[in-house]
């Protein structure tokens, strides 16, 4: 049987490396892809073993000269399989702090940096006419959160989009699916978190952000193993046919979706605001 083909952006940390490595160990070739590849050694170090399968590939998906990149190298390759749109960072701080060129940078990456990639992959799953598009969207881009409106919006913005390719690509045997994780223990919030510049002990949010953070602070120890994460993602990589649209992860996700849809809006808000006084 011919080795199927995978890429993945956003590889060298978090739900990218431990994805990486467990497709790998399903015999998949893997094109990881990540923005320095001088931070991809853990990701080398925990390939050991299936290195001969894995190709490792500069792409900010930001970066044009990148892009062109990589879309040289799927020519050489002449197929791929599955693509797991990754990538991303985390803006935060309250609306009147956050500049229109920060959610400008934030949905650079997180948005028009997938459609970017995508549209790389896409003809080459139409005319095989098969092929799955796993984009890693977020509880967030469910529900919103205060102190965090850009990253909320883009990932809002990926939820769109990944519907309407959905029902754009399935009848050319294009199969897309998103992947809504809710807290787990990754580098999001740590090295791969970026406040607004006006987001200091100068803004008159300033109170509201030490309450948002301390409540994030409160919930990290309930933060779930990121290869929960990965093993969903294998599990529709090995799949016939992904049935569904949207796969939510994480402790106590699901009941607070179903929450939010369930209750009147004005109580859930007050729901959600209480946990921050």
């Not at 399968?53 to 062109?68: E, F, P, Q």
């Not at 409106?149 to 769109?160: I, L």
């Amino acid at each position: 049987m011919p080795r199927r083909v995978a890429a993945i952006t956003g590889a060298s940390s978090g739900f990218g490396l431990l994805t990486s490595v467990s497709l790998l160990k399903e015999g998949m070739t893997v094109i990881a892809l990540v923005r320095n590849t001088e931070r991809a050694a853990m990701l080398v170090k925990a390939a050991a073993g299936w290195e001969d399968n894995l190709i490792l590939h500069k792409l900010d998906v930001t970066d044009a000269a990148d892009i062109s990149s990589f879309q040289s190298l799927l020519e050489k390759i002449g197929e791929i399989d599955l693509l797991v749109n990754n990538a991303g960072f985390a803006a935060g701080g309250f609306c009147e702090d956050v500049s229109v060129d920060e959610y400008r940078e934030q949905f650079e990456t997180n948005f028009f940096g997938l459609i970017s990639i995508t549209q790389i992959v896409l003809p080459f799953m139409r005319q095989q006419r098969s092929g799955k598009i796993l984009n890693i969207s977020s509880i967030s881009g469910l529900t919103g959160f205060p102190g965090l409106s850009p990253y909320v919006a883009s990932k809002h913005a990926v939820e769109g989009y990944s519907e309407c390719l959905r029902l754009e690509m399935k009848p050319y045997g294009v199969q897309v699916a998103l992947i809504e994780p809710g807290s787990y223990r990754t580098s999001i919030w740590s090295r791969g978190r970026k406040m607004a510049a006006k987001s200091g002990k100068d803004s008159p949010y300033s109170e509201y952000m030490k309450k948002v953070e301390r409540e994030m602070e409160v919930s990290a120890k309930d933060h779930g193993d990121p290869q929960e994460v990965a093993d969903l993602i294998t599990a529709l990589a090995n799949q016939h046919t992904i049935s569904k649209l949207r796969h939510p992860a994480g402790k106590g996700i699901r009941q607070m979706l179903w929450a939010k849809k369930l209750l009147p809006w004005k109580i859930w808000e007050h729901m959600f605001l209480s946990r921050l006084r």
